[in-house]
């Protein structure tokens, strides 16, 4: 039959077959490629263990089984005891709304610089983030605190990610500085606003703790909530908060650790 013309035609293993006509020479340690005179060259990487395989018997592989879960920070735990995951450094804008209390704000942003991401606190409230700045970091600029208006640009990258966090009252000014790649904004209101349905709507998260009868019922309206949601919302503990998507919903309860609590104190819905 006519050869084909191909690299590698007619050789062992056919074209393109990984390896097909390098020569080589065998040692009793393993294969490498031969250089002039059949000498093993060198710079292509150590030569690896060569042991006996290890084998378990079918039943066994289960026990195999590694818990990994979600990337991201890790909020609390759900109903079930789990831990509880936003993934809030992305490569794509991502705008969150937490209508709750400062501490649960703080919490998320001290965990979040324990990420790696840089933290930009715009706040007309100063003295009740000072002490939590002053703390991240171990002396490094980790949180930073601005005035309203006054955040910079933050320069977001993959290896320098950055969260701003909105902590401008009940009707915050439109920012500055927005979501953009691997720059998140996390606006907190302390109660609902008439700012907030448009807030809500174009948040990609939405964050709520405990709020009266009468603002729940808008909730649940705007996120489209089943009514036992709804009627839970004005019946939170201090620390829950019913995460939203546009597709799921998660109750989670944020537990401070001891260091958290020695700096935050303990979870709170009101400041």
């Known amino acids: 039959m006519p050869s084909s013309g191909m690299p590698g035609a007619g050789m062992p293993g056919g074209a393109g077959a990984p390896g097909a006509g390098v020569p080589s020479v065998r040692n009793g340690r393993g294969t490498q ?35 990994v879960g979600d990337d991201g920070v890790v909020v609390g735990v759900d109903a079930e005891g789990r831990p509880a995951v936003l993934g809030i450094n992305r490569p794509t804008p991502y705008d969150v709304t937490l209508i709750g209390g400062l501490w649960t704000a703080q919490v998320l942003a001290l965990r979040a610089a324990a990420t790696g991401a840089r933290i930009a606190v715009e706040t007309g409230r100063g003295p009740g983030w000072s002490s939590l700045a002053q703390a991240a970091g171990g002396g490094q600029p980790c949180i930073t605190l601005h005035d309203v208006g006054r955040v910079p640009p933050q320069g977001a990258s993959a290896v320098s990610p950055v969260v701003v966090v909105r902590d401008c009252g009940m009707r915050p000014p439109r920012g500055r500085v927005v979501s953009g790649p691997w720059q ?29 009868p009468e603002e729940a019922a808008q909730i649940g309206r705007i996120m489209n909530l089943p009514r036992g949601e709804t009627e839970a919302l004005s019946t939170l503990a201090d620390g829950v908060t019913l995460w939203c998507t546009a597709r799921d919903r998660q109750f989670v309860m944020t537990q401070a650790t001891d260091a958290e609590t020695g700096l935050l104190g303990a979870a709170r819905r009101m400041d």
């Open 33 to 67: 490629p031969s250089g002039r005179g059949g000498r093993p060259r060198t710079g292509f990487g150590l030569i690896g263990p060569r042991r006996d395989r290890h084998a378990v018997a079918l039943e066994q592989l289960d026990a195999l089984a590694l818990p």
């Open 184 to 212: 998140s904004v996390v606006t907190l209101l302390p109660y609902l606003s008439p700012v907030a349905p448009r807030l809500m709507e174009k948040s990609t998260l939405v964050g709520i703790q405990r709020v009266s």
